[in-house]
């Protein structure tokens, strides 16, 4: 009887411990599968992290720019940067406007260029880098051990990258105040060549500015050689973010 | 027992199962790169490579006389006349300022140019390689008086044809021609045509009194368009351009409104029954030319009134003790921004056509005033006292962004703008006598485009040209 007992007490405790178990492991399974969706996209944040720490990144200007601009002024982005006309002008004074003051881009670097001073970067000062990885790499540099370096060897294609269809792309001055995003998937060779035609997947509602984002990837093509060929999805906006 | 070992190994298959979920689906949230965010770099002009050839070619028509004898004009043109029309596609594009041309050396190559062609285009690679973003490449053929050039524009990029289209001109206008063709090229590539075509017409001194006076865009062939004698001011287009309506004091010292054409409208005195004997100090056209802003005044002190071109359905736009001066219709027509002098000092107001909506846009200093909508409607540029001088500012029609434009020690005013929004023309006197002036948005281009004596002054850039060069 009191075995029985015992043993009706065991068997309970026993379902309840796996029932328990089996419960833990469901709300893990969903907070898991719930999780991975924003664990996915968030690129832009994840972009700007990502150049923000790289060394010689860009020109000084949009990029780095205008966010100081914008940050005093609080929620409306589209009005707040008061765009480029702020740039723009008087014509007695000597031009604020680094794009102008400075012709000869330092149009193309070549890959192997961004590498080492990536790497240099990487060597002398860690906090940034830290920074970086945290927001951008985590998952992968945990899962490759020591997957910094193939970080930074794509992060230096993608720097790479940018420069070089920034150094071809044209954007006359009438569109760079205004809200425009095209985004478009190119499947890149391991020569770089780009394959096939790039796919625009956000439009920008100009079909003007859409068009022209297409021609930068064509004149651009070969892009630098990338560590490995593969599909890379390419924003267009005349600012970094807003 | 056997039912709890069961129960025990699906509990784990579960489990295992769950954890496999789990790590699956973290490795798919580790896939994809992070988007690549492209942000302008410098260039900001395409360039274009403007290729003309006469059809037929001079020489096979050297060879086999016109077989039709009816036509003879029906020759080639000359290589003078290709030539004079390839340089005026040239200047038009360097213009806009946004497409450039490209220098011939970088990209001539022999034999290419037999006649236009269709895609698909082995060429794009060369073309791209020269250094070309768009080719242009036309025939040039004298066809019954006239000259018609087809041409096409080709994306050498995307190796695909951007447009294609054939156009008449008189041989003895070739420039107009040209500038014709280069402003639809700058539209194929960009959305906005360029304004090598379009006229600014302003007010000069140069005869003695103030007449009205109209140049083409790039400060060529000055002209008067009004030789009366009278004193004449504010110039403003009549929205399908050729034709301007402009204030001129009568014998009896009342202003009123007058057109003057090229054809199309009839010249002569304007609104003559509205407001009948009372002063009309200005008029502007609503940008669809169904209405006509109209300062007048009644009792006084200058009020807007708005009013058809028939004369009918006069409606009052402001009504205060102030004065309401300087109405610019917003592009859609739904606003006027003005200038009053209610708060004490002149600013510039927006309200509705109706009047509802009425807010104040400028507050720095105690003069703004000569407001002028943008074409895009985003902004309202307007003269402004800084100091001792008075320069040229724009604001959003919310008032909240306000940005100079223009400045210099002495005084820039009256600001137009040209009809693609990219440029903007003023007086100024920074060289003594007033002068115009024209300028690109981003502050670079700056032109000093008459040098006659006199004062000249109070630009006004027509719309886009809306007939052919050959009509």
Same mark, same amino acid.
């Given at each position: 009887?009191?075995?029985?007992?015992?043993?009706?007490?065991?068997?309970?405790?026993?379902?309840?411990?796996?029932?328990?178990?089996?419960?833990?492991?469901?709300?893990?399974?969903?907070?898991?599968?719930?999780?991975?969706?924003?664990?996915?996209?968030?690129?832009?944040?994840?972009?700007?992290?990502?150049?923000?720490?790289?060394?010689?990144?860009?020109?000084?200007?949009?990029?780095?720019?205008?966010?100081?601009?914008?940050?005093?002024?609080?929620?409306?982005?589209?009005?707040?940067?008061?765009?480029?006309?702020?740039?723009?002008?008087?014509?007695?004074?000597?031009?604020?406007?680094?794009?102008?003051?400075?012709?000869?881009?330092?149009?193309?670097?070549?890959?192997?260029?961004?590498?080492?001073?990536?790497?240099?970067?990487?060597?002398?000062?860690?906090?940034?880098?830290?920074?970086?990885?945290?927001?951008?790499?985590?998952?992968?540099?945990?899962?490759?051990?020591?997957?910094?370096?193939?970080?930074?060897?794509?992060?230096?294609?993608?720097?790479?990258?940018?420069?070089?269809?920034?150094?071809?792309?044209?954007?006359?001055?009438?569109?760079?105040?205004?809200?425009?995003?095209?985004?478009?998937?190119?499947?890149?060779?391991?020569?770089?060549?780009?394959?096939?035609?790039?796919?625009?997947?956000?439009?920008?509602?100009?079909?003007?500015?859409?068009?022209?984002?297409?021609?930068?990837?064509?004149?651009?093509?070969?892009?630098?050689?990338?560590?490995?060929?593969?599909?890379?999805?390419?924003?267009?906006?005349?600012?970094?973010?807003? | 027992?056997?039912?709890?070992?069961?129960?025990?190994?699906?509990?784990?298959?579960?489990?295992?199962?769950?954890?496999?979920?789990?790590?699956?689906?973290?490795?798919?949230?580790?896939?994809?790169?992070?988007?690549?965010?492209?942000?302008?770099?410098?260039?900001?002009?395409?360039?274009?490579?403007?290729?003309?050839?006469?059809?037929?070619?001079?020489?096979?028509?050297?060879?086999?006389?016109?077989?039709?004898?009816?036509?003879?004009?029906?020759?080639?043109?000359?290589?003078?006349?290709?030539?004079?029309?390839?340089?005026?596609?040239?200047?038009?594009?360097?213009?806009?300022?946004?497409?450039?041309?490209?220098?011939?050396?970088?990209?001539?190559?022999?034999?290419?140019?037999?006649?236009?062609?269709?895609?698909?285009?082995?060429?794009?690679?060369?073309?791209?390689?020269?250094?070309?973003?768009?080719?242009?490449?036309?025939?040039?053929?004298?066809?019954?008086?006239?000259?018609?050039?087809?041409?096409?524009?080709?994306?050498?990029?995307?190796?695909?044809?951007?447009?294609?289209?054939?156009?008449?001109?008189?041989?003895?206008?070739?420039?107009?021609?040209?500038?014709?063709?280069?402003?639809?090229?700058?539209?194929?590539?960009?959305?906005?045509?360029?304004?090598?075509?379009?006229?600014?017409?302003?007010?000069?001194?140069?005869?003695?009194?103030?007449?009205?006076?109209?140049?083409?865009?790039?400060?060529?062939?000055?002209?008067?368009?009004?030789?009366?004698?009278?004193?004449?001011?504010?110039?403003?287009?009549?929205?399908?351009?050729?034709?301007?309506?402009?204030?001129?004091?009568?014998?009896?010292?009342?202003?009123?409104?007058?057109?003057?054409?090229?054809?199309?409208?009839?010249?002569?005195?304007?609104?003559?029954?509205?407001?009948?004997?009372?002063?009309?100090?200005?008029?502007?056209?609503?940008?669809?030319?169904?209405?006509?802003?109209?300062?007048?005044?009644?009792?006084?002190?200058? !009020?807007?009134?708005?009013?058809? #071109? =028939? +004369?009918?359905? $006069? /409606?009052?736009?402001? *009504?205060? &003790?102030?004065?309401?001066?300087?109405?610019?219709?917003?592009?859609?027509?739904?606003?006027?921004?003005?200038?009053?002098?209610?708060?004490?000092?002149?600013?510039?107001?927006?309200?509705?056509?109706?009047?509802?909506?009425?807010?104040?846009?400028?507050?720095?200093?105690?003069?703004?005033?000569?407001?002028?909508?943008?074409?895009?409607?985003?902004?309202?540029?307007?003269?402004?006292?800084?100091?001792?001088?008075?320069?040229?500012?724009?604001?959003?029609?919310?008032?909240?962004?306000?940005?100079?434009?223009?400045?210099?020690?002495?005084?820039? !005013?009256?600001?137009?703008?040209? #009809? =693609? +929004?990219?440029? $903007? /023309?003023?007086?100024? *006197?920074? &060289?003594?006598?007033?002068?115009?002036?024209?300028?690109?948005?981003?502050?670079?281009?700056?032109?000093?485009?008459?040098?006659?004596?006199?004062?000249?002054?109070?630009?006004?850039?027509?719309?886009?040209?809306?007939?052919?060069?050959?009509?």
């Amino acid at each position: 009887m009191l075995r029985g007992v015992q043993r009706d007490e065991r068997r309970g405790l026993r379902r309840f411990v796996m029932l328990s178990a089996l419960a833990h492991l469901g709300i893990g399974a969903a907070a898991g599968l719930v999780s991975t969706p924003f664990a996915r996209p968030a690129p832009a944040a994840i972009q700007v992290e990502l150049l923000a720490s790289l060394p010689v990144a860009s020109r000084p200007e949009a990029v780095t720019k205008k966010p100081v601009v914008r940050k005093p002024v609080p929620p409306r982005p589209a009005k707040v940067a008061p765009p480029k006309p702020k740039q723009v002008v008087l014509p007695k004074r000597p031009r604020a406007r680094p794009q102008k003051a400075k012709p000869v881009a330092p149009a193309e670097i070549s890959y192997e260029d961004a590498l080492a001073q990536l790497r240099a970067e990487l060597g002398e000062s860690e906090a940034p880098t830290q920074v970086a990885s945290q927001h951008d790499a985590a998952p992968r540099a945990t899962e490759a051990g020591g997957g910094v370096p193939l970080d930074a060897e794509i992060r230096a294609w993608m720097l790479a990258t940018k420069r070089h269809v920034r150094s071809v792309w044209v954007t006359p001055p009438e569109f760079l105040d205004r809200n425009l995003r095209t985004e478009m998937w190119i499947d890149v060779a391991a020569d770089g060549q780009v394959v096939g035609e790039p796919e625009v997947v956000a439009a920008s509602g100009d079909p003007f500015w859409d068009d022209n984002a297409v021609r930068a990837i064509r004149s651009a093509s070969p892009l630098p050689k990338p560590p490995e060929p593969g599909r890379w999805r390419l924003a267009f906006s005349p600012r970094a973010s807003w | 027992m056997v039912s709890d070992a069961s129960r025990r190994r699906r509990s784990a298959c579960l489990g295992l199962a769950l954890c496999g979920c789990l790590v699956s689906a973290s490795a798919v949230a580790e896939e994809p790169n992070p988007v690549l965010e492209i942000t302008p770099g410098a260039a900001s002009a395409f360039r274009a490579a403007v290729q003309l050839f006469a059809q037929p070619r001079p020489a096979a028509a050297a060879e086999t006389p016109s077989a039709d004898p009816a036509t003879p004009l029906r020759a080639a043109p000359d290589p003078q006349t290709v030539q004079v029309l390839r340089e005026a596609i040239e200047a038009g594009l360097g213009f806009s300022s946004v497409v450039l041309p490209l220098a011939r050396e970088a990209f001539l190559a022999p034999g290419v140019t037999e006649s236009i062609r269709g895609g698909p285009r082995a060429e794009c690679p060369a073309w791209r390689q020269s250094g070309a973003d768009a080719w242009v490449e036309g025939e040039v053929r004298a066809r019954g008086g006239l000259v018609t050039v087809a041409f096409q524009v080709w994306d050498s990029a995307r190796c695909l044809r951007l447009l294609g289209e054939s156009v008449d001109g008189s041989p003895l206008d070739l420039q107009r021609l040209g500038q014709h063709i280069a402003d639809r090229v700058v539209a194929s590539l960009t959305g906005t045509p360029g304004v090598s075509a379009t006229e600014i017409a302003f007010v000069s001194t140069r005869r003695g009194a103030p007449e009205i006076f109209v140049m083409d865009a790039d400060g060529e062939r000055q002209r008067s368009a009004t030789r009366s004698g009278s004193l004449k001011s504010f110039p403003a287009w009549l929205p399908r351009g050729g034709a301007l309506l402009y204030t001129a004091f009568q014998k009896n010292g009342v202003p009123a409104l007058f057109l003057t054409s090229r054809g199309g409208v009839r010249p002569g005195p304007f609104l003559r029954r509205v407001l009948k004997g009372r002063p009309k100090y200005r008029g502007v056209f609503s940008p669809a030319g169904d209405r006509v802003a109209v300062v007048s005044s009644l009792d006084g002190e200058a !009020e807007i009134f708005l009013v058809d #071109p =028939d +004369g009918s359905d $006069l /409606a009052r736009f402001t *009504n205060s &003790r102030s004065i309401e001066v300087s109405p610019s219709w917003s592009p859609d027509a739904t606003r006027i921004a003005f200038v009053s002098d209610r708060s004490g000092s002149p600013q510039i107001y927006v309200a509705d056509t109706n009047g509802a909506n009425l807010h104040r846009i400028t507050f720095q200093g105690g003069y703004n005033t000569s407001p002028a909508w943008s074409p895009d409607g985003r902004w309202i540029a307007y003269e402004t006292r800084v100091g001792g001088q008075i320069d040229i500012w724009m604001v959003d029609p919310t008032g909240e962004v306000n940005v100079p434009l223009v400045a210099h020690p002495r005084n820039d !005013e009256n600001p137009t703008w040209s #009809p =693609d +929004g990219r440029k $903007l /023309a003023f007086s100024s *006197n920074r &060289r003594g006598r007033a002068d115009i002036y024209r300028v690109d948005l981003d502050g670079r281009g700056l032109v000093r485009m008459t040098s006659n004596a006199g004062e000249n002054t109070q630009p006004a850039w027509s719309p886009f040209p809306r007939v052919e060069p050959s009509r």
